[in-house]
């Protein structure tokens, strides 16, 4: 049986962020605010979203604020609906691999 990663929302910052569903519901740029969809992928500085239309929308993470769906199945254990978490995009300022990394060191050491 295959084991699922378990996402709580004070770590989200430290997890795989692809294949999460995302809001910008805070941005420099009033045009990105409100946009939603999948993260398809991750750079450094960029977040790309696969939105309804199946558009790829890049939406820098710095000065952003994004709103995340962890899906009950990843959540807490014993949740049984979905977590929504905000992020502050200047948090995700790395990449992606070097983010992931750290999860093991609080892991180590918390």
């Given at each position: 049986m295959?084991?699922?990663?378990e996402?709580?929302?004070?770590?989200?910052?430290?997890?795989?962020?692809?294949?999460l569903?995302?809001?910008?519901?805070?941005?420099?740029?009033?045009?990105?605010?409100?946009?939603?969809?999948?993260?398809?992928?991750?750079t450094?500085?960029m977040?790309?979203?696969?939105n309804?239309?199946?558009?790829?929308?890049?939406?820098p993470?710095?000065?952003?604020?994004f709103?995340?769906?962890?899906?009950a199945?990843?959540?807490?254990?014993?949740?049984r609906?979905?977590?929504?978490v905000?992020?502050?995009g200047?948090l995700?300022?790395?990449?992606?691999?070097?983010?992931?990394?750290?999860?093991?060191?609080?892991?180590?050491?918390?």
């Amino acid at each position: 049986m295959k084991s699922k990663v378990e996402i709580l929302p004070s770590t989200l910052i430290y997890h795989e962020l692809i294949g999460l569903e995302i809001q910008v519901i805070r941005s420099t740029n009033p045009a990105l605010i409100g946009i939603r969809g999948l993260v398809i992928d991750e750079t450094k500085n960029m977040l790309i979203i696969e939105n309804s239309g199946s558009r790829e929308l890049k939406i820098p993470k710095a000065d952003s604020e994004f709103l995340f769906r962890i899906p009950a199945e990843l959540s807490e254990k014993g949740r049984r609906s979905d977590t929504f978490v905000k992020i502050q995009g200047n948090l995700l300022l790395s990449q992606p691999e070097n983010r992931i990394k750290n999860i093991k060191k609080l892991r180590k050491w918390g």
